[in-house]
């Protein structure tokens, strides 16, 4: 399933920015960066979950925020791009 993943991290502080970049390499590890802090992630109900409980560990809840949305199985139909940036291919392996 393809899930869309956005977050919008406090980086007033230290521990902000850190939280901001352990956010990054965590989703980098699932997906692909489309915009600055937006993921495409093409990833099976196992890996949503785990990714789930990473990002929302790290977060600072009364400062950060993370939204998860899900496009399915059939996210092709569901996708649309226009602009300079190129369209990632979701299904070719990621190079960790």
Known sequence: ???LV???????????????QRVSKICLNYGVRVQNSVFE???????????RFK???I???SEDSLRI??????WKRKVEHY???VT????????L
Not at 69 to 74: F, S, T
């Open 41 to 51: 992630c093409l990833v099976d109900s196992a890996k949503f979950e785990e990714l």
């Open 59 to 61: 977060l600072n809840h």
């Open 55 to 57: 990002l929302v560990t």
């Open 1 to 3: 399933m393809l899930i």
């Open 88 to 95: 990632p291919n979701l299904e070719a392996p990621l190079i």
């Open 6 to 20: 956005s977050y919008d991290v406090s980086t007033m502080d230290l521990a902000g920015r850190n939280r901001l």
């Open 69 to 74: 949305y899900h496009l399915g199985d059939n």
């Open 83 to 85: 602009g300079t940036k």
